[in-house]
Structures are given as structure tokens and as C-alpha cells.
């Protein structure tokens, strides 16, 4: 299913939401983390402050709508943004991993495998990762489908 084909689904079921909303894919492991997400498993994500800094992606919004995708662009589920922070990368708390809900959900789990996603990522740039950098934590819920199994 398209995003649009989704998207038009979720707006039967809640005319209110809209017209807006992102289409977007994790960018580690997608297919992995979409489905974490269409379970209500994966409740936030976590992304480099760099490129919401450069302008290069709009900040996330409390109330805003996005459609999930896997590696093969299909449309997996809508989530609604909930929350919306920025903190230094080395002061990401438990709370945070956990929803995330990557691995066994540990702090220890979640700062191995983003710092290592992070310094791949800024690397490509041109960028260096570095302990203090602010990464921009959204929490979401999944709204649709209704039933995810």
C-alpha cells in the first residue's frame, strides 16, 4: 500500500486529522523498526540535531501525522507526533531507550547502536559525532491501523 493509499484510510476512521503528514523511513533497519512501531512496541525515535539545525529537515511537531515505511517505500502505519525535545546525546535517559524499544531497551543498548548510526551518518557529511551533540527525541503514538496483528 502507497502512503497516500494509507493515509486516505486513516482519514476515514478520523476526518479531524488533516491533510498533512510526512512519509518517511527509519534510516537503520526500517523494515525492523517499522514493524516495532505497527506493534506499539517502538513508541519514539531519536534523530541528530544537525540536520534540523541546517535546515535540512523541519523539526517534528507535537500533533503532527506521519506515515511509516519500510525499506520498500510501502506504507506500514500512521504514528501521531506526541512529544518533541532536543538534549546532548550522552544525556538521553533510560526512559528514552526504552521506548525506543530497540534490543533489550537498555540505555547501555541504545547508546552503542545510535552512536555508532550517528558517526556513520555525520561521517557521510563530512560531520564528527561527538558526546554532546543534541539529538532531537519525538515520542509518538500509533494511530492506525487500529488493530496491528
Known amino acids: 500500500m502507497t ?3 494509507l493515509w486516505a484510510a486513516y482519514q476515514t476512521v478520523n476526518p479531524e ?7 518517511w523511513a527509519y534510516g537503520a533497519d526500517p523494515d525492523a523498526l517499522a514493524e516495532l512501531t505497527r506493534t506499539g512496541v517502538k513508541t519514539a525515535t531519536a534523530s541528530a540535531g544537525v540536520w534540523y539545525e541546517s535546515g ?9 501525522y506521519s506515515v511509516v515505511l519500510n525499506s520498500r517505500e510501502e506504507a506500514v502505519c500512521v504514528i501521531r507526533t506526541t512529544k518533541v525535545y532536543a538534549v546532548p546525546f550522552d544525556q538521553v535517559g533510560a526512559g528514552q531507550a526504552y521506548r525506543e524499544g530497540e534490543g533489550d531497551r537498555s540505555l547501555a543498548y541504545w547508546r552503542k547502536v545510535h552512536e555508532d ?14 558526546p554532546d551533540m543534541p539529538v532531537v527525541c519525538e515520542e509518538f503514538e500509533m ?7
Open 3 to 5: 502512503h497516500q493509499e
Open 117 to 130: 548510526f550517528f558517526r556513520a551518518e555525520l561521517a557521510q557529511a563530512g560531520l564528527e559525532f561527538s
Open 56 to 64: 535540512e529537515e523541519p523539526m517534528p511537531r507535537v500533533g503532527e
Open 143 to 149: 494511530v492506525y491501523p487500529l488493530n496491528p496483528d
Open 17 to 23: 486529522a488533516g491533510g498533512g503528514y510526512e512519509a
